[in-house]
């Protein structure tokens, strides 16, 4: 079963969303497997977004993840790095079509409420990022069975 990287940013946090995002991910069905509130710091914002440290708008980007609090999760579920951005919508909540997170929560490019991996290979090192392998927590939800079929489950 795929594991994705979801971070609620500080946009979310302020704006107290987060059990509202928290909800989405819940009733679409994936399984959370680690959760947790910290402060994003300079140098691990800059491990997170390793592709963006060279971008002009890289400086701004910093400056709005070390804002204030992030909650990060771990979520579970098949295909759920896709199915996460999916759900997510495009970066640009003006672009962002209804019915997405981002579209329906959000008019910003950069305060776009929510992270999510954007491959199973970018999970794999997101996830190690921000969790201690202790942190996640793998158990059998009795609800597995009414998710999806057995041969969905990959
Ligand atoms: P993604 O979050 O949809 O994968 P990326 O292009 O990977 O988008 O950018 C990472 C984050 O950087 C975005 O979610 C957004 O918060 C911020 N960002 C992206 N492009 C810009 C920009 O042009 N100006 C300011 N912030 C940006
Ligand atoms: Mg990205």
Request: aromatic letters at 6%; a positive charge.
């Amino acid at each position: 079963m795929e594991r994705t990287l979801i971070l609620f940013k500080p946009d979310a946090v302020q704006r107290r969303l987060c059990g509202t995002l928290l909800s989405r991910l819940e009733t679409k069905g994936l399984k959370i497997v680690g959760l947790k509130m910290l402060r994003v710091t300079k140098e691990l914002s800059a491990k997170h977004y390793a592709e963006h440290v060279t971008k002009s708008f890289y400086p701004l980007l910093e400056a709005f993840i070390t804002s204030g609090p992030v909650v990060a999760l771990v979520a579970e579920g098949p295909n759920a790095v896709a199915v996460v951005r999916t759900m997510m919508g495009p970066t640009n909540g003006q672009q962002a079509a209804p019915g997405t997170i981002r579209g329906d929560f959000g008019v910003s490019r950069q305060m776009n409420l929510m992270h999510g991996s954007d491959s199973p290979e970018a999970a794999q090192k997101e996830i190690a990022v921000y969790f201690q392998p202790n942190e996640l927590v793998s158990y059998e939800s009795s609800l597995k069975d009414w998710v999806c079929a057995a041969d969905e489950v990959k």
